[in-house]
């Protein structure tokens, strides 16, 4: 225990450095990062996608033809398979569309990315940044490669910030099923070095590069290059390496009893606090990825009112809200404030968490729900607003008079 402390103050150490050094470099400016600004910086589609896409399209406006691409085959995909494809003849294509989806979502949709060259050769490449993936999805996409494309003259990718398995429920648990996980964090960032060698004769080209590098490292909160490196060679040292080993096979409990902490401490607060009874099922905090049964909830119930409440609602490892009706059933559906259209069982809609809040195993949350507030106020604000509007009793009431 002595030796993790000494770890964890070491570390900490490290830390405070890279916080102090980040606000440097924001002063000269350094950390600028014109994504972010906009408001894009997690947007799969209309940042993501489309700025990759951009740099492996031959015909892109970057003006330096096939060279980004072949740098993704020998980097990304040559770590995969070997892969023969015929870079100067490729088109590449952002949401390409392969059919409306069916009503058992084995068939159709939108590819994210899809690069193909003269010969048929294909990569296909399924991007998410804090998306959950859809029923089939990743079937459909393998489905749709089998029929459109012969054996081996493809490849499927299933592109995410750590490099994550997709879940079970998206590859349908098909044996034949065949794809290569891929992350932002290893394979996406050792790719974008090299294109900024690549541009290095192109100043525009090189320093979108580098600002969306920047992004890509603030969503990742990966530390500059010296701090990570002396971090990584501290936690490897002979004398530290059983601590290291110690805390992270407690990783997942760690992770489990801050979400567990969070709900039964603070979120029962604002429950109190707008006079609700709080419940919330055992099994919500534990969120290992695309194992976890869904649609647990965390409830806050008005008194005598028992068939709707305010809810937030897990599944696999996103969290949305909204109000949600007990028994569903034909409800008058009405759109609520800025909430995604909803259905029998959330007549008002409901909404996911902001992004970067959304998967409550990313970093990102955590560190909220141990040391911030803006999960807590989200929640807080969006109660307050159903409380101000009576959307619970109305509801309740409606249904009562059925």
């Known amino acids: 225990m002595e030796k993790i402390k000494e770890l964890l103050n070491h570390i900490s150490n490290i830390v405070v450095a890279e916080k102090t050094q980040q606000e440097e470099r924001r002063k000269r400016g350094e950390n600028f990062n014109i994504f972010k600004v906009l408001g894009l910086s ?105 029929k459109n494309c012969s054996t081996g003259n493809y490849i499927l990718m299933y592109l995410t910030l750590d490099g994550h398995h997709p879940a079970e429920d998206s590859t349908g648990k098909d044996p034949k099923y065949n794809y290569f996980c891929i992350s932002y964090k290893e394979d996406i960032l050792d790719w974008l070095k090299q294109c900024v060698g690549i541009a290095a004769m192109h100043p525009a080209i090189r320093e979108t590069i580098s600002q969306y590098i920047t992004n890509l490292k603030q969503i990742l909160n990966i530390m500059s290059d010296s701090n990570n490196q002396s971090t990584i060679n501290y936690l490897i040292d002979k004398s530290n390496i059983e601590a290291t080993i110690s805390i992270l096979s407690m990783s997942s409990e760690i992770g489990n009893n801050i979400r567990l902490n969070f709900i039964k401490d603070k979120l029962k607060t604002i429950a109190t606090k707008h006079h609700l009874e709080f419940n919330y ?82 970093w990102d949350t955590l560190i909220d729900m141990v040391k911030g507030d803006k999960i807590l106020n989200i929640i807080d604000m969006e109660i307050q607003k159903v409380m101000d509007n009576h959307l619970i009793e109305d509801l309740d009431n409606e249904l009562r008079n059925r």
């Open 42 to 146: 997690t947007y799969e589609v209309r940042l993501h996608s489309a700025f990759i896409a951009e740099l492996l399209n031959p015909n892109g406006d970057h003006g330096l033809e096939d060279k980004f691409l072949k740098a993704f085959i020998e980097i990304v995909i040559g770590k995969k398979t070997n892969l023969v494809f015929d870079t100067e003849s490729a088109k590449t294509y952002v949401e390409y569309d392969i059919g409306a989806i069916s009503e058992d979502n084995k068939e159709g949709g939108r590819i994210d990315i899809l690069i193909r060259d003269k010969n048929g050769k294909t990569i296909i490449i399924e991007n998410k940044i804090y998306a959950c993936d859809q029923p089939w999805q990743m079937y459909r996409y393998n489905i749709y490669a089998e």
């Open 281 to 362: 099922e055992q099994e919500f905090p534990l969120l290992p990825y695309g194992r976890q049964p869904k649609y647990k909830k965390i409830m806050f119930k008005l008194p005598n009112f028992p068939n709707v409440f305010f809810a937030l609602e897990q599944e696999n490892n996103e969290v949305a809200y909204g109000i949600l009706q007990l028994y569903g059933g034909s409800a008058n559906i009405r759109l609520y404030s800025d909430w995604i259209k909803g259905n029998d069982a959330w007549p008002y809609g409901w909404k996911y968490f902001p992004n970067n809040l959304r998967a409550w195993d990313n």
